[in-house]
């Protein structure tokens, strides 16, 4: 009998070969291996066990796991990404006529939708400009101007900026291509402000790496320079908000809020403005 740790290696072979981010991966493989383990802890091996009462223990268990660093308990919306991995999963052994219970079976929690603001035009100005009014490495300075650029022209998500590498980038059509090979791939013009500031920051970083953005917060290390990543995107975000002076909070939700909202005022259609934002959902829009 196949035990649910070969099945969850198979699984995790197929989003490779249906070219899943390496990111989505490895969120799939903590978040069922997470799952796989407390199987264990019960005895369970075989998927013919899952059933509705042990996914109703299953969610009890997560809500009551603790963030090691911060000390609370997990976000709901924390808690959903492991169900949904694991409906994933259970679609696939039923693709491969593995017994076990339904997909559908595992329900998610209910999460309240929060209203995004976006920012106002004079607020656009002292955010993008905010990396050149602090003094700090001209690298840093070149890369975070780019980030938050390329950001506000595309409305990407945190993921997919990190995701990107030089060659999505066509400069001459001032073009980019997000989400490369995967469903919501989608091809986004950038403005003259973006492609200046991403083409000074490769001049000035040099070297044969492909990722279009380098963590070089640590490049005095010894370690192989990495691409970004999604987190370190949220930071610099938050970072120039602040340093702009704005009242509110600005994350990577609001940037996608207001290149939503400015598509709205173009005279764009809802599904023309969720094609490009590479969304199928209506609530996000939030307008």
């Known amino acids: 009998m196949v035990n649910i740790d070969q099945l969850i290696t198979e699984f995790l072979g197929n989003l490779e070969k249906r070219k899943r981010t390496l990111r989505t991966v490895?969120?799939?493989?903590?978040?069922?291996?997470?799952?796989?383990?407390?199987?264990?802890?019960?005895?369970?091996?075989?998927?013919?066990?899952?059933?509705?009462?042990?996914?109703?223990?299953?969610?009890t268990y997560l809500k009551r796991i603790k963030n090691p660093i911060k000390k609370i308990n997990l976000k709901e919306t924390t808690q959903?990404?492991?169900?949904?991995?694991?409906?994933?999963?259970?679609?696939?052994?039923?693709?491969?006529?593995?017994?076990?219970?339904?997909s559908k079976q595992v329900h998610l929690h209910k999460v309240k939708s929060v209203k995004v603001s976006s920012l106002k035009k004079d607020e656009i100005g002292k955010f993008l400009e905010a990396p050149q009014q602090i003094r700090q490495d001209a690298l840093i300075s070149h890369r975070d101007r780019a980030v938050l650029e390329i950001m506000f022209c595309t409305g990407a998500k945190v993921s997919e900026v990190a995701d990107l590498v030089?060659?999505?980038?066509?400069?001459?059509?001032?073009?980019?291509?997000?989400?490369?090979?995967?469903?919501?791939?989608?091809?986004?013009?950038?403005?003259?402000?973006?492609?200046?500031w991403v083409s000074k920051y490769l001049k000035s970083r040099g070297g044969t790496l492909?990722?279009?953005f380098v963590g070089h917060d640590r490049a005095k290390s010894k370690r192989k320079q990495k691409p970004i990543s999604a987190r370190s995107l949220e930071r610099i975000v938050l970072k120039y908000g602040k340093v702009a002076g704005l009242e509110k909070k600005v994350t990577p939700q609001i940037l996608r809020s207001t290149y939503a909202t400015n598509l709205v005022k173009k005279g764009l259609g809802f599904q023309s403005i969720k094609n490009k934002l590479g969304t199928t959902s209506d609530g996000f829009l939030n307008l």
């Open 166 to 196: 030089i060659k999505d980038v066509d400069f001459k059509k001032q073009q980019v291509i997000v989400a490369k090979g995967r469903k919501n791939e989608r091809v986004i013009d950038l403005s003259n402000q973006s492609v200046y």
């Open 80 to 102: 959903n990404y492991h169900l949904i991995a694991l409906r994933e999963f259970l679609k696939f052994l039923y693709k491969k006529n593995v017994l076990t219970i339904g």
């Open 210 to 212: 492909p990722y279009l």
């Open 26 to 59: 490895r969120n799939y493989d903590f978040y069922l291996r997470r799952f796989s383990v407390w199987l264990k802890e019960k005895n369970i091996s075989s998927p013919e066990d899952i059933n509705k009462d042990l996914i109703k223990k299953y969610k």
